[in-house]
């Protein structure tokens, strides 16, 4: 079975903190996305990763950085937490893009910065 | 830009009720187009999708017909049940972006028995 995991599904930090937020997939995939999601907003993409050491910034990268070290693994991090990042973050992974380019996603991740 | 405009919830329905949540889009190209289901305290998972005009995805009894002339993909299931009770989100996918998926807003269905 498929599988995107996310490190936690709850998180509490505290203004200024750097935080890291881990994903990994099993399925060997190319592409890995990073999303928040906001009551009324939808997703909003932050960053996606293509290859290993790739990184394109989404539509709301402010505040934001990644890693990808590893084609399984794609790490958010905020530098320096504040309290408008409290929010569910959501990551997901496809295979290149095709017609069938289904995005799985991870359970989430609920974080709220104090 | 692209952009994806979802019907405003919450929808709440009582059950054996027949859903339809509209879905339209602009978008660049010629987009595949998704609909994924949020269950509560869940991550997104695919419902159905559809690849060229006319294609209709279907899964689970929900169905949802690629209708390019109106830029619409609205999602119908004829006899909803408490288990459908998520939020559902629309996506286009754009292929010239990387195959980026393009969400709207999301509509929370509450179905009561």
């Known amino acids: 079975d498929v599988k995107v995991t996310q490190s936690s599904r709850y998180l509490v930090k505290r203004t200024g903190e750097k935080v890291f937020l881990e994903c990994v997939q099993d399925?060997?995939?190319?592409?890995m996305f990073w999303y928040r999601q906001d009551p009324g907003l939808g997703l909003r993409l932050i960053y996606f990763s293509y290859d290993v050491k790739m990184k394109e910034k989404g539509d709301i990268p402010e505040g934001y950085s990644v890693s990808r070290e590893k084609k399984e693994r794609f790490s958010l991090i905020l530098e320096s937490a504040s309290t408008n990042q409290t929010s569910m973050y959501l990551c997901?992974?496809?295979?290149?893009?095709?017609?069938?380019?289904?995005?799985?996603f991870g359970p989430g991740t609920r974080l709220t910065v104090l | 830009g692209d952009s994806v405009t979802q019907m405003e919830g919450p929808v709440t329905l009582s059950e054996e009720a027949f859903l339809t949540i509209n879905c339209t889009y602009t978008a660049t190209g010629y987009p595949s187009l998704f609909w994924y289901v949020q269950y509560p305290g869940e991550g997104l998972q695919l419902l159905l999708k559809?690849?060229?005009?006319?294609d209709k995805g279907s899964n689970k009894g929900f169905e949802a017909t690629y209708r390019k002339e109106t830029t619409s993909f609205h999602l119908e299931k004829g006899s909803v049940q408490v288990s459908d009770s998520a939020v559902y989100f629309c996506a286009p996918l754009i292929y010239n972006q990387g195959g980026k998926l393009i969400f709207g807003q999301g509509t929370e269905l509450s179905v009561k028995p």
């Open positions: 559809a690849t060229k005009a006319d």
């Open positions: 997901a992974s496809s295979p290149p893009a095709g017609a069938y380019n289904e995005q799985f």
């Open positions: 399925m060997d995939h190319e592409n």
